[in-house]
């Protein structure tokens, strides 16, 4: 079955950017069934969609970032990457990478803590 | 913007209780609804989705159903493994999606 392992820093500063990777082992990241999303969790709280990427490179985010927002996917390494510009304090998460289909998110990476501060 | 709201927000129950958790959504959905159970420093785990289909590999006590807006999980019959916090999260716009705010399950 599909494994998806995240990799990326813990500590951004503030205004910085956050930037984490996906890699997917044990099935293609062009695979036409899935798409490839990222997925967020501040501390205590609830869960955020940030956005999701076909393997073609077609994109949709979620309003409340996509402005600073870039999720790419390199279908030469069976990997997708988030990119989150202009970070605060806010951006501080656990990150989740995942494949969605349309019955749901059926496998997640480990999640990586995000922390942002100087 | 689809928004879903879980209720309760926090609920107690003991082992062997009968448990349901209810979602709604702003606008209709069809059956394009997904249940998850996340335990504390993991990734969340799918239970349910189209509504009402069992993800392989999870125990038949857990049952969803609903169609359009209004939305149930279901435990029959608690087990200690079972107390988490539980999601639901629609898909009709997919691939945006949106969770609810979830729901946490404690023991009495």
């Known amino acids: 079955q599909l494994q998806l392992q995240q990799s990326g820093p813990g500590l951004v500063k503030p205004s910085e950017t956050l930037s984490l990777s996906c890699t997917v082992s044990?099935?293609?990241?062009?695979?036409?069934?899935?798409?490839w999303g990222w997925i967020r969790q501040p501390p205590g709280k609830g869960l955020e969609w940030i956005g999701s990427?076909?393997?073609?490179?077609?994109?949709y985010y979620n309003p409340s970032v996509q402005s600073r927002v870039t999720i790419s996917v390199d279908t030469s390494k069976n990997q997708f990457s988030l990119k989150v510009t202009s970070v605060t304090a806010a951006d501080t998460a656990v990150y989740y990478c995942?494949?969605?289909?349309?019955?749901?998110?059926?496998?997640w990476g480990q999640g990586t803590l995000v922390t942002v501060s100087s | 913007d689809i928004q879903m709201t879980q209720s309760p927000s926090s609920v107690s129950a003991s082992v062997g209780d009968r448990v349901t958790i209810t979602c709604r959504a702003s606008?209709?959905?069809?059956?394009?609804l997904a249940w998850y159970q996340q335990k504390p420093g993991k990734a969340p785990k799918l239970l349910i989705y189209?509504?009402?289909s069992l993800q392989s590999g999870v125990p038949s006590r857990f049952s969803g159903s609903g169609f359009g807006t209004d939305f149930t999980l279901t435990i029959s019959s608690l087990q200690p493994e079972d107390f988490a916090t539980y999601y639901c999260?629609?898909?009709?716009?997919?691939?945006?999606?949106?969770f609810g705010q979830g729901t946490r399950l404690e023991i009495k």
């Open positions: 995942a494949s969605q289909d349309y019955g749901g998110v059926d496998y």
């Open positions: 044990h099935g293609s990241i062009s695979n036409t069934n899935y798409w």
């Open positions: 990427i076909y393997y073609s490179g077609t994109t």
């Open positions: 606008q209709g959905v069809s059956s394009w």
């Open positions: 189209a509504a009402s």
């Open positions: 999260q629609q898909a009709n716009s997919f691939p945006s999606i949106t």
